[in-house]
Every structure is written in structure tokens, then in C-alpha cells.
């Protein structure tokens, strides 16, 4: 039986929410170059995909995390993503900014959420981890008890890992970057010779773009 992360890694693919390119690097928010680029957003417009992601986030949460009181959505990310979870769960949501919005309550949740309740943040995409974690740290603060977050999508950054230790938060993801160049060179998305490439830049992003001369 064919594994989730490969699954999801090639639907990903097939719709372009992923763009590989070792050729012509993108630029990513933090200013890192990078031969890849993720926005899962672009699953929301493909029903078939879509459903695919957020049945295996319900699966993932069902079998992790069978206490869940409430489903947390990022914003803006995982909002979509959030509620279908939270609808077919049939659990309250909300969803989180990582910092207060500007104007009117300056509310950091959006939603209704009682004192100690158990809540699941559903995430788009983990690069460092520290976008997502704020949220995490968000919810804690507001009283919630985070049992752990459940992602489409990650890079598999060391980084990442350390920071949700130290955080003491359980994250699972439905694919990965190894799974996502596997799939990509299995189906001729790329070449043997760009592998070496998209490797050296998963071993040190924030120096790759230099590495190259870019």
C-alpha cells in the first residue's frame, strides 16, 4: 500500500503547489534563495485534492490526538483546511494570528474558546517552525491546553525539529521534503542531476543562495 507522504507529495506536484527549479532559485519571505517553492493553498481550488488533504488531516488527528476538543486553524494558511477538519470532525473551530491584529479587539483568536480546552492546530506548511509555534504559544497563553499540531507539509529542517521540542509540541506532517524529491524524480518532474542540488540546499538553506552566487 502506497504511503501517505508519497501520496500527498505527488498531488502536490500535479497541481503546481509545488515548483521545483534548481535553476532558477526563488525567493522565500526570510530573503533565503531556494530551488523550491510550496503554497498549498492552490490545493483548495482542486476538490478532488483537497479532499484527499483533509481526510488524511482528520485521519491524522483521529489517530494522534483522540481527546481533541478543538480544531485551531493558522491564519491565513490553514483556515480552509482548519474548518473542513473541524466540520467533518464536528468540533468547534478557531483560528490564530501569530501576532494581534491592528485595529478593532486586536484579537489573536478568532473564535469562541473556553479555558483548558484541548485543541489541534491544523498547519499548511513548516519551514523553521517559529511562525507556527507562536501560534502555539498564542493558544497556551490564552489558556487552551495544545495537545500538537498536524501539518500538510514540511521541509524537514533540523531547525524545526529543535524548535518544537523545545517547545514541547507534537507535530505530524502528511508529507515531506524527502518524500516530495522522491516523487518528483520518480515521476521526471526532475532530473538525477538536480537532486544533488535540491539535497545541498535542504542541508543549509540560509547559505545556499550564496553557495550558488545568487
Not at 506536484?13 to 526570510?30: G, H, R
Not at 523550491?36 to 485521519?59: A, F, G, Q, W
Not at 506548511?125 to 507539509?153: C, H, N, P, W, Y
Not at 538525477?192 to 543549509?204: G, P, Q, S
Amino acid at each position: 500500500m502506497e504511503s501517505t507522504e508519497k501520496i500527498i507529495a505527488r498531488q502536490l506536484l500535479a497541481i503546481n503547489a509545488v515548483k521545483l527549479d534548481a535553476e532558477k532559485p526563488y525567493t522565500w519571505a526570510s530573503g533565503w534563495r531556494s530551488p523550491i517553492y510550496c503554497d498549498n493553498r492552490k490545493t483548495l481550488s482542486y476538490p478532488e485534492v483537497r479532499k484527499i488533504i483533509y481526510e488524511n488531516l482528520i485521519r491524522a488527528v483521529r489517530q494522534h490526538f483522540p481527546t481533541v476538543e478543538v480544531i485551531a486553524g493558522v491564519a491565513t494558511g490553514a483556515i480552509a483546511h482548519g474548518i473542513l477538519v473541524a466540520e467533518n470532525l464536528e468540533k468547534p473551530f478557531v483560528y490564530v494570528r501569530p501576532t494581534p491584529k491592528s485595529h478593532g479587539l486586536r484579537n489573536s483568536v478568532e473564535g469562541e474558546l473556553p479555558a483548558g480546552s484541548k485543541v489541534v492546530i491544523i498547519e499548511d506548511l513548516i519551514s523553521t517552525g517559529q511562525s507556527s509555534l507562536s501560534v502555539v504559544e498564542v493558544l497556551r497563553k490564552a489558556g487552551a491546553d495544545v495537545l500538537g499540531m498536524v501539518a500538510i507539509f514540511s521541509y524537514g529542517f533540523d531547525i524545526a525539529r529543535h524548535n518544537f521540542e523545545n517547545a514541547n509540541c507534537i507535530l505530524y506532517t502528511l508529507s515531506n521534503y524527502n518524500a516530495l524529491i522522491d516523487e518528483a524524480l520518480a515521476c521526471n518532474y526532475i532530473e538525477a542531476k538536480d537532486v544533488e542540488t535540491l539535497k545541498l540546499w535542504r542541508e543549509a538553506p540560509d547559505k545556499w543562495g550564496a553557495m550558488i552566487g545568487s
